[in-house]
């Protein structure tokens, strides 16, 4: 076995098929193409984890394993204190004799591995724009205290970048890191050109611009009044509870009971079906979305897409499915309707983005790429 590596989710991301996000997906399927013997996920406590990986459970573990007494420097005990979910790693990895750290999303527990294992490496993979969050000092600090930083598109990377020049602070070597799709389970089944079935797949909360999305489709169905909506997800992962933000939603659509569907939280071993099922994805994102997995696998599975503009949406798409302003509902709506009375550019534009998935945004492509980040000039 090689070198030891602690892949560290975020203290709220449970290494899931149930529970977990988009990270647990990540880090699932990239780390299959491993040794997995060599490499120790680190997450809050779940009742339905990913079979067959060594998962280190922290919040399973009772409050006072640290003892706090033993470490004599107070400055290190009060960030401990403060820090405990990377703390418990740090120290887990330290008496396992880990060096390598993989940390998503949370550059800031850099600090506090570094303090406990000065000798490790540390990767840090940005998956969002947190970066952006911190001030100077924080920002410097971390810079500091991490070797590589990985960025899941180049407008992440370029955040980062800019944000470092502004604050004045040196910035480590940053790359550019794509995510993949499963292109065997997620992969193009024969649908009729004449089916006008539309599916969004993501959280319902107001950024992923939904509410958008269902102004455009009812538009849409003023031409196709065949068409229909099928909306998957709910307000968190694992969670079908209505807020005020999805009641509205289903006020709005509650004209359109036939047309517009609300399928709750779908977990990630189903949702291929409802791909297979679709003829066109919308992904609506009125944030900066830094590279959604839903748009790969909606491009997996042959379906034409109409996608946001903003953050890294496009360098995923590219030239595969028609970009719009995601705030401008007529636009929107529009780019629905050419997809709907052009079955040939559908198609065309499915084929396209399968295939662009098939060259660029593989998980195995994704391992490779990975391995040389982690184990090269390694301590």
């Known amino acids: 076995m090689g ?26 399927e990239v780390y299959a193409f491993y040794d997995k013997q060599q490499f120790f996920i680190f997450s809050p406590k779940t009742s339905t984890p990913f079979r067959g990986f060594q998962v280190i459970q922290t919040s399973s ?4 394993w640290l003892n706090f007494t033993y470490l004599k420097e107070k400055s290190l005990a009060k960030l401990v204190k ?11 990895c330290k008496l396992k004799g880990i060096k390598i750290f ?11 591995i570094r303090k406990l294992n000065p000798s490790a490496k540390i990767i840090v993979h940005m998956h969002n724009d947190h970066f952006l969050t911190l001030n100077k000092s924080t920002l410097n600090h971390v810079m500091l205290c ?4 990985i960025c899941v598109s180049d407008y992440i990377r370029n955040n980062i970048e800019e944000y470092c020049r502004a604050n004045g602070v040196i910035a480590k070597p940053l790359y550019t890191l794509y995510n993949g799709v499963d292109t065997n389970k997620f992969k193009k089944l024969q649908v009729s050109l004449n089916s006008k079935v539309i599916f969004f797949s993501g959280r319902l909360i107001p950024e992923k611009g939904v509410e958008q999305l269902i102004d455009a489709f009812i538009k849409v169905l003023k031409d196709f ?20 933000f999805i009641i509205r939603l289903k006020e709005k659509s509650s004209l359109y009971p036939a047309n517009i569907l609300f399928l709750g939280f779908v977990n990630h071993q189903e949702i291929h079906q409802l791909y297979n099922h679709s003829i066109i994805y919308v992904c609506p994102s009125i944030w900066n979305d830094p590279f959604p ?13 109409v996608a946001s503009e903003k953050g890294g949406i496009p360098e995923a798409v590219g030239q595969a499915g028609l970009v719009v302003n995601p705030s401008n509902v007529e636009q929107l709506s529009n780019a629905i309707k050419t997809l709907l009375k052009d079955g040939l550019l559908t198609e065309q534009l499915g084929l396209q983005a399968r295939q662009r998935v098939l060259e660029y945004f593989t998980w195995e492509k994704v391992s490779r790429q990975l391995w040389p980040y982690l184990f090269e000039h390694s301590p």
């Not at 070198?3 to 699932?28: H, M, R």
């Not at 993989?102 to 506090?112: A, E, G, K, M």
């Open 225 to 244: 009044p065949d068409a229909v909506l099928k909306i998957a997800g709910g307000a968190g992962f694992g969670t079908n509870v209505d807020t005020e």
């Open 293 to 305: 997995l839903t748009v790969l696998e909606a491009m997996s599975s042959g379906l034409a897409l």
């Open 146 to 149: 991490t070797d590589v930083i």
């Open 3 to 28: 070198q030891k590596v602690a892949v560290v989710l975020p203290e709220i991301e449970p290494f899931s098929f149930l529970k977990g996000g988009a990270l647990a997906t990540w880090v699932k």
């Open 82 to 92: 403060q820090n405990f979910y990377p703390s418990l790693v740090g120290f887990i």
């Open 61 to 64: 573990l009772p409050t006072n």
């Open 102 to 112: 993989h940390l998503h999303n949370r550059p800031t527990y850099s600090i506090v």
